[in-house]
């Protein structure tokens, strides 16, 4: 059973950054394609970024330029840097291990004046 546990959400005003990070309890994380999710109230999950094993990283159109995803391998840990935060990046963030069932319990990003 892999558990992913997230850190970092909290109230940001508009313009203001956050760093969510997503630790990861087993090895197979290094391999593995990582991502994050979010979910605004009364709208769909959505797909924010991703990072696989190599490296290599995918980016909603909303976020580009804006947010950064990372992963530490020694860590387990894969990072969310969110910069020039908006009002409609309020939502649950959560982290998935693509192609598993694993998911994180989630953590509020709201960003409000």
């Known amino acids: 059973q892999v558990q992913l546990v997230e850190s970092g959400g909290g109230l940001v005003q508009p313009g203001g950054a956050l760093r969510l990070s997503c630790a990861a309890s087993?090895?197979?994380?290094?391999?593995?394609?990582m991502a994050w999710y979010r979910q605004a109230p009364g709208k769909q999950r959505e797909l924010v970024a991703s990072?696989?094993?190599?490296?290599?990283?995918n980016y909603a159109d909303s976020v580009k330029g804006r947010f950064t995803i990372s992963r530490d391998k020694a860590k387990k840990t894969v990072y969310l840097q969110m910069n020039s935060l908006q009002l409609e990046d309020t939502a649950i963030y959560s982290c998935h291990q693509l192609g598993t069932t694993y998911w994180g319990q989630g953590t509020q990003v709201t960003v409000s004046s």
């Open positions: 990072i696989t094993g190599g490296g290599n990283t």
């Open positions: 087993v090895s197979v994380f290094s391999t593995r394609t």
